[in-house]
């Protein structure tokens, strides 16, 4: 499955941006899916993940109440809400399919390109 991010950009703290990562080329339906970011000079980390079928989510602490993952199945579309950002969010963020397990183990075989979120303080 091909994967699309866009929805990047600057933003004030405090302020809101929805990522959107289109899916194309398998069903997209029978893969969970999920965010990951990379900040300049560290390791990319788990952002949130949402499963294939009952839409189970999962986030890491960072993140937890701030960002909302969710899908639309019927536009082959993952989205991650992001809300009260903070200069710490500032990474590029990446989509990726695979079996829930392996997402949560940060290993998903499937990622698409990279969208840059910039948060000014």
């Known amino acids: 499955v091909q994967l699309q991010a866009s929805g990047g950009g600057l933003v004030q703290a405090g302020g809101s941006l929805r990522l959107s990562c289109a899916a194309s080329?398998?069903?997209?339906?029978?893969?969970?899916m999920g965010w990951f970011r990379q900040a300049p000079g560290k390791e990319r980390e788990f952002v949130a993940a949402?499963?294939?079928?009952?839409?189970?989510?999962y986030y890491a602490d960072s993140v937890k109440g701030r960002f909302t993952i969710s899908r639309d199945n019927a536009k082959d579309t993952v989205y991650l809400q992001m809300n009260s950002l903070k200069p710490e969010d500032t990474a590029v963020y990446y989509c990726?399919?695979?079996?829930?397990?392996?997402?949560?183990?940060?290993?998903?075989?499937?990622w698409g390109q990279g969208t840059l979120v910039t948060v000014s303080s």
């Open positions: 080329g398998r069903t997209f339906s029978n893969y969970a």
């Open positions: 990726a399919t695979d079996s829930i397990i392996v997402i949560l183990r940060s290993t998903p075989s499937n």
């Open positions: 949402i499963t294939r079928n009952d839409g189970s989510t």
